[in-house]
Structures are given as structure tokens and as C-alpha cells.
């Protein structure tokens, strides 16, 4: 089969397995047999029909307590390509996605979201492959008065929604500086904070340490009407340390919008985001872009390979895993999409209380071990054989 014809995962599975094995197989890669798909409205599927998007959901259900009510929030990830050519002037190319992000948020609105997180960088291409500042540093916006917050502020308190805003930041304060940012837009239409991208890779085409560096605002978790949610942008997921200072901090909900294509890092999507969910007892949202995007001048990376225009293709697949280990189905690798999760955030605590992993975890141990490997002078504890 070639790459081409390679729809999804589950398309393939679907195609090929027979139903009653099927659920077997289902227990042991996703861990659990049924899919338990969402229903939406007739008014839903109707829309994402219009807008030309896959239209996903599923639930995570909880255990019902005595003394502890559900606590049911609705989360979504979008996935999308950026359709208008790298040529256009910048205002297009940002104009066109504020149009094609609106109008998937009105898909989401008649969902019942309360959480929307957008993929890394959504105004833009990914144009950090070409190494090239202009024109691609002007896609940088201020977090609290740029043209994206602002819209979002706006359709935020309409649709009375928690909107999760990847950007590249452009920081006025401090001499213009750039940083890769998500910002955190409350359901009153009020920005509650931001987080800048912890870890910048510097592997493949990702030559993002061009335009800015680890960010400075730690590993903050955002109090928001519907739980308390976090963002680990992109590269910070093949760090476990960064998805458990989240949960240190109390997150119930992490988010990983990304920008990463196949050739490099598909065999690890499925496993990383899953993996921090089951450490850290926590919902986590894994987004990812799609498409392929062809940029005006040739670049390389240093890697011997041949000049080239694109990373190739973002292979979409997002997903949500749930502290449990289960874990969701994945949205296309090639299209446009929105992914609604319901859960129980008391999943969380249960799952704390079944597994100890917390209970287990000791930190000042490690904070010991950590404190001394970061010194200089630090010899690593290796017994050797006389």
C-alpha cells in the first residue's frame, strides 16, 4: 500500500480485520474494544459537511462516585492544511485560515465544546524549514492586541468557549523578540495567560531555533471554567519531564498541538502523548497538522539530503488518550478535522487512586539524583566490573 493510499490507521484496520477480532485488536492497541463514538446533531453533521471537515467523537465515561458529581467537559483538537500558497502576500495567507478556523468553530459551537485547541503555529505555514526571516517573521503577533487573539477573544465569549491559540508570538515589551506560543483564551472573552514552546528542535528540516528560544514561562496550568488544562507545544512531547511538571502542577487536561511529518516522527505520535496520559494520570490531546506545504526557495538541513521546497506531508492523526491508557481513534492523516471528546475529569483522580503513580512517584529522590547530575563536576553511578 502505498503512502498515498494510506487514509488512517483505523481505515485500515476496518478494511481488513474481521469485526469480532477486530475488537480484540482494538482492546489491545487502544485499550478498550468499543469505540464508544459520540453522537452529534443532525444541525452538526450538517455544517462540517459544508465547511468539508471529518467530524469525530467519542466519550471517556468514569466510574459514579457518591460524593463527587461527573464533571463532563467536551474537548476538541482541530487538524487542518494550509490551503492559500506560500507566495501570497501575508495578510491572505492569515486571512484565509482566520476564515477556515471561524468556520470550523462554528462546527465545534454546535458540538458542545467547552475546549478548543488549534494545531502549533495556525496563522502560518511552517516555514522554520527554510531558515529564511522574511517574510515569514511578519506572520509574529502581539498575544493580547494581535489580530488573531483579538477575533478569538470575540468568538470565544460568543460561543462561550475556552479557545487554545498556537501563534508566533511577537513580544513588544521586550525589544520585539519572538517566541512559539499558545495562548489561553477564557470563555468571558478574556486572555487567562500564555506558554511558550519549553523545547526547540533542532533534528530534520526543524530549524526552529532560528526564530526563537526555549521559552521562559515554566510549566503553567491554567484554571479555566471547565477543568484545568495545560499546553505542551510540539517537541516539549519527547520530553517526559515536561508532561510531568504539568501534572505536578495539577493539570487535568494536557494539550500537544504539533506540526511534524512522517518520515520523521509517525512511529512515536501514537505512543507519546498516550504514555504521558498513563504517568500522569491526565487526559492528553495529541494535534497534529496536515497537508504538505511548498515553499518559494529550495533549503537543506545539513543532512546531505537533496535541496527541497517541503517538510512533505503532516499527517494529521490526532487523538486524545485518557489516564486510563485507552485512547481514542485517530483523525485522518490528509484531512481537514475536528475531533469532540467528552470525559468524566473525575476519570483522573480515580485512575490516581487505582494505579499509586503518583503515591509512588518519589520526586525528592529524583530532584536529589537531578540536583547532582546538573553539577559540573558530576560523575555518573556506574559500577564497573573489577
Known amino acids: 500500500m502505498s503512502e498515498s493510499n494510506f487514509k488512517s490507521l483505523e481505515a485500515t484496520l476496518n478494511k481488513h480485520i474481521p469485526p469480532e477480532e477486530l475488537r480484540e485488536v482494538k482492546r489491545v492497541l487502544y485499550g478498550r474494544t468499543d469505540d464508544n463514538e459520540l453522537q452529534f446533531a443532525e444541525e452538526t453533521i450538517s455544517l462540517a459537511k459544508d465547511v468539508d471537515i471529518e467530524l ?15 464533571r463532563i467537559v467536551r474537548v476538541a483538537a482541530v487538524q487542518n492544511t494550509v490551503d492559500i500558497p506560500t507566495t501570497a502576500p501575508i495578510h491572505v495567507q492569515r486571512d484565509a485560515l482566520h476564515e477556515k478556523i471561524s468556520n470550523i468553530l462554528r462546527v465545534a459551537v454546535t458540538a458542545g465544546v467547552n475546549i478548543v485547541c488549534l494545531q502549533e503555529a495556525w496563522t502560518m505555514p511552517f516555514a522554520f524549514c527554510t531558515r529564511e526571516k522574511f517574510p515569514w517573521c511578519e506572520f509574529a503577533e502581539d498575544v493580547e492586541n494581535g489580530p488573531t487573539t483579538k477575533m478569538l477573544k470575540e468568538l470565544a465569549k460568543q460561543y462561550n468557549m475556552v479557545i487554545i491559540s498556537p501563534i508566533l508570538e ?9 517566541w512559539n506560543t499558545a495562548v489561553v483564551i477564557s470563555n468571558n472573552g478574556t486572555v487567562i495567560g500564555k506558554h511558550r514552546k519549553n523545547h526547540i528542535p533542532r533534528v530534520g ?42 501534572g505536578v502542577n495539577g493539570a487535568e487536561i494536557v494539550f500537544n498541538p504539533s506540526a511534524t511529518v512522517g518520515a520523521l516522527s509517525e512511529p512515536l505520535w501514537g505512543i507519546e502523548a498516550r504514555n504521558a496520559a498513563i504517568a500522569n494520570s491526565y487526559f492528553t490531546v495529541a494535534i497534529n497538522r496536515v497537508g504538505t506545504e511548498v515553499f518559494p526557495n529550495e533549503f537543506t538541513s545539513g543532512n546531505g539530503l537533496p535541496a527541497h521546497k517541503d517538510f512533505g506531508p503532516f499527517y494529521g492523526s490526532s487523538y486524545v488518550a485518557a489516564p486510563d491508557g485507552s485512547r481514542t481513534p485517530g ?22 487512586d487505582f494505579w499509586g503513580f503518583q503515591m509512588t512517584q518519589r520526586l525528592p529522590l529524583y530532584a536529589e539524583s537531578l540536583a547532582k547530575a546538573v553539577k559540573p563536576d558530576y560523575k555518573p553511578q556506574i559500577i564497573r566490573e573489577s
Open 56 to 70: 469525530k467523537g467519542y466519550v471517556f465515561s468514569a466510574r459514579k462516585e457518591d460524593l463527587r458529581r461527573p
Open 170 to 178: 511577537r513580544d513588544t515589551n521586550h525589544h520585539d523578540t519572538i
Open 205 to 246: 528540516d526543524f530549524n526552529e531555533s532560528t526564530y526563537y528560544f526555549e521559552g521562559d514561562t515554566g510549566h503553567p496550568v491554567f484554571d479555566t471554567q471547565f477543568g484545568r488544562i495545560a499546553i505542551n507545544i510540539c517537541y516539549g512531547r519527547h520530553h517526559p519531564q515536561n508532561w510531568m511538571m504539568f
Open 331 to 352: 483523525l485522518s492523516r490528509e484531512k481537514d478535522g475536528l475531533l469532540v471528546v467528552e470525559m468524566d475529569l473525575n476519570l483522573c483522580r480515580q485512575i490516581k
